[in-house]
């Protein structure tokens, strides 16, 4: 019963890591299915906090600039005392944006925003989600993976991708153990409320002794406000808009805020935990599926989507002819940063929000993530970023006078070659020529960078840097190492050409 049902990639869970896997699938070329267990999407705000790391991966994908247009990056938190009187207090402290990096401060976004946004992106590549097709078996052999629905249909794929969320029923099914721990001393309620009583321009915290407190943040675009609160030992944990007044009513004071409806309402309880591999055979784990984090500090989303763009166009270039064991570097390289931030999530739940140190706030932000000594980095001999570092961008202009960033020119199912006046190579992937077709003309590129004259500079299609050379056989070297030779032509996309600015 494969039918219309078959396809290249399934990717299975239809959330913020499934719809960015997908999109980069499709912008490649690739065939690609998303099927949910769910009957509809997700209609919460859940993970609503996008750090700029994340807003470059999307950029890449072209939704950056509608997920700004509906969000907001400046909102000052409102630090409620005991005695009535308050602090405001900057969550994104010192943290604004720069040439080399546009997107410099988290963007608050109720995360079902988000997915509207992929969705409609996947969209336009010719893809539906299909809704309520929950996995119940899962087959691979050596051509491909069948998945069986609980419609009694199946689906034959090369690959599939379990992006189903931390209950992860793909996860269960190849037999992975999910490692850590779960707390049911910690818990939260947390949900979207429409209230009265609070302006919309803060995001009011309320923090007290004993688990006491409440947080609500207004959601932009909305009518909404997201409700978190810790819950005491011994206390209900009903998710029900009249628990939620209570709470509201024992922090606050009874009569100050009134709740008037929620649209969505959910229990939390501190689960830190994740998988001890990302792949098993053909099938892959991404997003909560292979980590979940603590709230604190805007980790889980962000993390998943990175996960996706990480893998999907290793799964591409594999699909085209590179070799299999390209596929291997994405567990080599995500896992440690999936562990590194479960360690800053937990530090993050234990602290006031706005109270941590700088050196948390710029972990948070994942402008720091690296694949640095991974299996697709090289050690070079560089000042600036070496490879598996992020690809920082810069401001320059074309040669007409038009401005241009180079994140405009990384867009795009592509690798990109930065040129700093090599005297000639003929590596026939997009490459942007600085000083001729980019112009440099505040330095930006060059100090972002730390680039010699003639120096080389690859990119990959994921926004980190590859490797970077005077020798233009290097990097032919690497390219073909890393299977690039079999994409160069790939990708359905306009912005796979040659990047002349």
């Not at 590549?125 to 809704?131: A, I, K, L, M």
């Not at 099938?283 to 805007?298: M, T």
């Not at 567990?331 to 360690?343: D, K, N, T």
Request: net charge negative; with cysteine.
């Amino acid at each position: 019963m494969l039918g219309s049902m078959s396809g290249q990639v399934l990717v299975i869970g239809a959330g913020p890591t499934g719809l960015t896997a997908a999109c980069v699938l499709s912008s490649w070329g690739i065939h690609v299915r998303v099927v949910d267990a769910a009957e509809a999407p997700f209609a919460g705000s859940r993970g609503k906090g996008m750090q700029p790391r994340t807003l470059e991966i999307l950029d890449n994908l072209g939704v950056s600039g509608r997920l700004i247009a509906t969000g907001r990056s400046r909102l000052l938190a409102r630090h409620y005392h005991p005695d009535g009187s308050f602090q405001l207090v900057d969550l994104n402290e010192g943290a604004e944006p720069g040439p080399d990096s546009p997107y410099g401060r988290s963007l608050i976004i109720p995360q079902w925003r988000t997915e509207q946004v992929l969705r409609e992106r996947l969209a336009s590549h010719g893809v539906e989600v299909e809704w309520g097709r929950g996995v119940t078996e899962l087959e691979q052999d050596q051509a491909g993976v069948v998945a069986r629905f609980a419609d009694g249909t199946e689906a034959r794929a090369d690959y599939a991708i379990g992006c189903d969320g931390g209950s992860s029923t793909v996860r269960r099914l190849l037999g992975v153990p999910f490692l850590g721990e779960t707390t049911e001393s910690v818990r939260m309620l947390v949900g979207d409320v429409e209230l009265e009583g609070l302006d919309r321009d803060h995001w009011h915290i309320w923090l007290g002794e004993n688990f006491r407190g409440v947080a609500l943040c207004p959601l932009p675009a909305t009518d909404t406000f997201q409700f978190q609160a810790p819950l005491p030992p011994g206390q209900p944990d009903e998710p029900s808009l009249a628990n939620c007044q209570r709470i509201v009513d024992d922090v606050i004071g009874p009569g100050r805020v009134r709740l008037r409806r929620a649209t969505w309402l959910s229990k939390w309880r501190l689960n830190v935990r994740m998988v001890d591999r990302y792949r098993v055979g053909r099938v892959f784990l991404a997003g909560d599926a292979a980590h979940v984090h603590s709230p604190a500090g805007g980790q889980g989303l962000n993390t998943g989507v990175q996960d996706a763009a990480n893998l999907g166009w290793k799964l591409a270039h594999v699909l085209a002819g590179a070799p299999e064991s390209l596929l291997d570097t994405y567990q080599a390289e995500r896992l440690p940063v999936a562990a590194g931030v479960l360690g800053l999530s937990n530090r993050l739940m234990d602290k006031v929000p706005g109270a941590r140190p700088a050196a948390d706030r710029t972990e948070a932000l994942q402008l720091g993530v690296s694949y640095r000594g991974g299996p697709l980095a090289p050690p070079v001999d560089a000042d600036g970023p070496n490879p598996g570092d992020r690809a920082p961008d810069a401001l320059c202009r074309t040669a007409t006078g038009e401005p241009v960033r180079l994140f405009e020119l990384f867009r795009g199912p592509h690798w990109t070659l930065l040129d700093f006046g090599h005297p000639e190579h003929t590596l026939g992937i997009p490459t942007a020529y600085i000083g001729r077709d980019v112009i440099d003309h505040e330095g930006h590129a060059r100090r972002a960078y730390a680039a010699r004259d003639g120096e080389l500079v690859l990119v990959r299609p994921d926004g980190y840097i590859g490797t970077r050379s005077l020798d233009a056989a290097e990097i032919a070297g690497y390219l073909g190492a890393a299977g690039a030779g079999v994409v160069n032509s790939a990708g359905t996309d306009s912005d796979q050409r040659r990047v002349r600015a």
